[in-house]
């Protein structure tokens, strides 16, 4: 597994052996070159390797905070970071990520863009996207970005409202935006191949 894009690009990155499903090299390269992340503020959900908000640091996000529980993956990730000189710019939070996501609202954090790639047989996609919704994480033109199974999509949520979608094999590419009301199958959802 690599980095993709940007000033990383080429390093390479470690994978748990265990406890994770990290984002092909493929999905990450075709997810980035549809998003400007330059001096975004990126929250990483479902982290694992954290390969998804390396990316992201490396193609110029400002800082990227990773919301990892499994402690093996955590330390894959530390290990990560560290081998890439991105201890500076990286937060990592270990814990359930909407307990996560509870606790960075009440710090008043907020993200430009928000990347989940939750586990695909649980309810944890829903889970996490109706407590971003919920939240004030998401400022105006935030969007937000989730990897699920082709046949689990994210279901409707008030608030976020789908921008498009791309399938890559049994990989769902989702991005939403934080909208006034509409759910996720709500108008402006167009889909692409």
């Given amino acids: 597994m690599r980095v ?28 980035f070159a549809r998003l400007d992340v330059s001096d975004a503020w990126v929250l990483d959900l479902y ?11 490396s193609r110029g996000a400002v800082g990227c905070a990773f919301v990892e529980r499994s402690a093996h993956c955590a330390a894959v990730l530390r290990e990560n970071l560290a081998a890439l000189a991105l201890g500076e710019r990286a937060e990592l939070i270990a814990g359930d990520a909407v307990r996560a996501l509870r606790r960075l609202a009440e710090a008043g954090r907020r993200f430009d863009l928000v990347l989940l ?21 998401l400022p105006e033109g935030a969007m937000v970005v989730i990897e699920t199974s082709r046949r689990m999509p994210p279901a409707p949520v008030t608030g976020l409202a789908a921008l498009d979608e791309r399938r890559y094999g049994d990989t769902l590419i989702t991005r939403l935006c934080r909208t006034g009301g509409e759910g996720v199958g709500g108008a402006g959802r167009s889909v692409g191949g």
């Fill in 4 to 31: 993709t894009g940007g000033s990383l690009a080429g390093r390479v990155l470690r994978a748990p052996r265990s406890g994770a499903r990290p984002s092909a090299d493929r999905v990450r390269e075709a997810l």
């Fill in 47 to 57: 982290a694992g390797s954290g390969a998804l908000g390396i990316e992201a640091l």
């Fill in 117 to 137: 790639d939750p586990p695909y047989a649980s309810d944890e996609a829903g889970r996490a996207l109706a407590a971003l919704a919920g939240s004030e994480l």
